[in-house]
Structures are given as structure tokens and as C-alpha cells.
């Protein structure tokens, strides 16, 4: 059975957390793909948890999908719980069809899946580690959709659509959602589409765009990501980075209005054309904390379709310090310069990038 830890040091983290999260009036947290990888999303909204930090934001897509229904499906003091009982419950099947021999088989549809994703086609048939049917049944035990529906969470689901090709974003505002919207993202490697409303969807679509939507406020947003998607083998920017790109240059550009109107005479403010360009202005700063677990290398399709509990208990440990790093970092939760709308850090493997 797979024992997760808590944070060694909760006290430090919540004390400075306290401090700085007064100043942010949404808390948002943006949960990517990744097959079992998905086990540090857990561990560090664990690690969150226990610093006292609640978002009233979720965005998921793939695996991160089946963790923000967790999240936002349970009363706070029972997130932790429910998410170590999936991510047990998820080995242990898993395990079981492994005895099997068929470990070898995910980890070659892993791959097969990878090449197909390269080159934009679908695959044919389901060969995820688990049933869909089955992993319906197991998120059913854990989210309580009634919680999820009741919008004291704004939960944000990616998919896409198999017959537009159009990214789609499930919105608990717009939508109600079930778990056929969960499994919508292809939560597991290799899992069938699901069809909604006569439309087939499979596949994640990136979360950090519906931010971009929302009303502006002051937001501290934690991207976690099991891996960095970049594509190809010799580099290039992951999608992840310019989905937070664009976000920054839209937020850099509506802070950088703001300023100017300050400095604008009142004759001018009152002119209407001008007076139309201020409205897109705002005040509003984000602080974006982007953690990254794995590069995007060879052994990724094995890291995936790893369910082992040792693998598991390692990952959901590397979340939990990584969160543990980001909150106590002397300068990360301060707020940005007056001129940028944006603030980017990042922690990649465990270790901090420079400011961006």
C-alpha cells in the first residue's frame, strides 16, 4: 500500500503564506496531463492544503482533470484524504492488470501514443491502464459532483473536439458537469473518446487560457505540470509556456494602460475615444508559480505508465516539496513591479529558474 507523507515543515510555509496571500483576491490552480505523473499535482495540492491555501480556481485537463474534481468534489479538510485514496486505489488496479503482463503493453501503447499525438492522428481503440468504465467508477468513490456543480469552486475542464478539432473548455458556470466531462480530456493515456451532446471528445485542450476570460482580480495562480510537453527533439517552447506568454503579454499590456491613464490631464480621460481605451485597462497583478516535475525525455512514455506505489509516493513527496519551496521563497508571493501585470516564476525538477 502506498504511504504519503505530509509536509516536514507546515508551520514555516503557513505562517509566511498568511502574510503574503491577503493581497490576492483569487486563488487559482491550473493541473495539466501526464498519466501517473499526475500523482505530484496531489502531492502538491496537498502541500497547499496544509499551508492553508484553498483555490477558488481550478483548471484540469487529462489526469489534472480527475485531480480538480477531487479537489473541488470534497469539503477542504477532506481533499487530501480523497486524493491519497484515488491515487492508492488507481495503483492497485493497475498493479493488478500489471501482474497480468500488462505493463509492458501500456508502456508500448504509451509510446505508440506519443507518435501519434506527433503527428496529429487518433488512436484506434482503448489501451489506457485502466477502463474508462472502471475509472469512472473510481472517481464516483472520490467527487461528489453535487460539490463540484455547487460553484463554490469555479472548476474549468479541457477537452477536444474529435469532429471541430476546436479546444473546448467545460465550465462549472456554464455547464453542468459529470464525469463523462472528466474522462471528455482523455484523462488516461490511450482511453477511448467520449461523446457529449452528439460531439466526440479526446484529448486535453491547456488550461491557463480561461484565465485570460475571467473578471480581472488579483490572482495567484500555481501551474503544476508532470511534465513539460515540449515538442520535437530539439527544443522549442512547450505549450504550457506559451500559453502563460500570451496570458502575460494580454495582462502586461491592460496593467501598462492603467498607468498611463494616471498620468493622462482629466480633459483627456474625459474624451470618449480615449476613455474607450482606458476600459481596458486594470490594477489587476498575477503572480504565476509554474512547477514542473519531468522534462519531456525518452523515458517519459515509462514514467507515465508507472502506477507502481513506489513511483507514486516519490512523485506525490516531489509536490509536496516543491509547493514547500515555492511558498517559502523570500521574493515569489511579494508583489510585481507597478508596470507589470504579470510575474512568472518557475521550479523545474526542484530547482528555481530566474524571474520572469
Known amino acids: 500500500m502506498m504511504l504519503i507523507t505530509g509536509m516536514r515543515e507546515p ?33 502538491a495540492y496537498a502541500a497547499l492544503e496544509n499551508a492553508g491555501i484553498r483555490p477558488n480556481w481550478i483548471a484540469g485537463s487529462a489526469i489534472g482533470a480527475v485531480n480538480a474534481v477531487i479537489i473541488a468534489g470534497n469539503l477542504p479538510h477532506e481533499r487530501s484524504f480523497r486524493l491519497r485514496q484515488f491515487w492508492r486505489e488507481l495503483s492497485r488496479r493497475v498493479a493488478i492488470r500489471a501482474d497480468a503482463g500488462f505493463h509492458q503493453h501500456l508502456r508500448a501503447a504509451i509510446e505508440r501514443l506519443v507518435a501519434l499525438w506527433k503527428s496529429g492522428a487518433r488512436p484506434p481503440h482503448e489501451s489506457s491502464a485502466i477502463p474508462s468504465s472502471e475509472l469512472a467508477e473510481l472517481i464516483g468513490e472520490v467527487a461528489d459532483f453535487s460539490r463540484v456543480n455547487s460553484g463554490n469552486v469555479r472548476v474549468v475542464l479541457g477537452a477536444t473536439n474529435l469532429d471541430t478539432g476546436a479546444e473546448t473548455f467545460f465550465d462549472n458556470d456554464r455547464h453542468v458537469l459529470s464525469v463523462e466531462h472528466v474522462l471528455a480530456s482523455t484523462a488516461l493515456p490511450g482511453m477511448a473518446a467520449v461523446t457529449i451532446d452528439g460531439q466526440r471528445y479526446g484529448g486535453a485542450a491547456v488550461s491557463v487560457a480561461p484565465l485570460d476570460d475571467a473578471r480581472p482580480a488579483d490572482t495567484l495562480c500555481f501551474v503544476i505540470d508532470g511534465y513539460d510537453p515540449v515538442p520535437g527533439t530539439r527544443g522549442g517552447t512547450s505549450r504550457s509556456a506559451r500559453e502563460i506568454a500570451a496570458l502575460r503579454r494580454n495582462h502586461d499590456l491592460r496593467r501598462m494602460i492603467a498607468l498611463m491613464g494616471e498620468r493622462l490631464p482629466a480633459g483627456l480621460r474625459r474624451d470618449p475615444e480615449i476613455r474607450k481605451c482606458l476600459a481596458e485597462g486594470s490594477e489587476a497583478t498575477m503572480t504565476i508559480l509554474r512547477l514542473v516535475h519531468e522534462g519531456a525525455d525518452a523515458e517519459l512514455p515509462g514514467k507515465m505508465s508507472d502506477f507502481s506505489s513506489a513511483s507514486l509516493m516519490r512523485r506525490w513527496q516531489a509536490g509536496e516539496s516543491d509547493v514547500g519551496t515555492s511558498l517559502t521563497h523570500p521574493l515569489w508571493l511579494a508583489p510585481p513591479p507597478r508596470r507589470l501585470g504579470v510575474v512568472v516564476h518557475e521550479l523545474r525538477g526542484g530547482v528555481a529558474a530566474r524571474p520572469r
Open 11 to 43: 508551520g514555516l510555509a503557513r505562517a509566511r503564506s498568511e502574510r503574503s496571500l491577503s493581497r490576492f483576491d483569487r486563488i487559482a490552480l491550473v493541473l495539466s496531463g501526464g498519466g501517473a505523473l499526475g500523482a505530484y499535482q496531489a502531492g
